[in-house]
């Protein structure tokens, strides 16, 4: 079993920053890609960004430039860095660590981004 702990969520005016933490407690966290999925009201869940146990990433296209994901192993944690930020990338965001064809979530956590 994994948990994972999500935090730094909030209500943001477009154009600002926020940062998103995701605390993993599993061992052997630094062998697992992990990655930052979102859903917005109405919309299915969708990828954001993700990190590979090498340190390969990959963004959607819609936050490429504006995001960046990092992963500290030694605190088993990983972020989400998120600048520039639109009314569009409204959403609850979500952890996700991927152990072969099994996918573990946490529970959330909401991104407003509004004047």
């Known amino acids: 079993q994994v948990q994972l702990v999500e935090s730094g969520g909030g209500l943001v005016q477009p154009g600002g920053s926020l940062r998103l933490s995701c605390a993993a407690f599993r061992r052997t966290f630094s062998i697992y890609t992990m990655g930052w999925y979102r859903q917005a009201p109405g919309k299915q869940r969708e990828l954001a960004a993700a990190?590979?146990?090498?340190?390969?990433?990959n963004y959607a296209d819609s936050v490429k430039g504006r995001f960046t994901i990092s992963r500290d192993n030694a605190k088993n944690t990983v972020y989400l860095q998120m600048n520039s930020l639109k009314p569009e990338d409204t959403a609850v965001y979500y952890c996700?660590?991927?152990?072969?064809?099994?996918?573990?979530w946490g529970q959330g956590t909401q991104v407003t981004v509004s004047s």
């Open positions: 990190i590979t146990s090498g340190g390969i990433t």
């Open positions: 996700n660590l991927q152990s072969g064809a099994i996918g573990y």
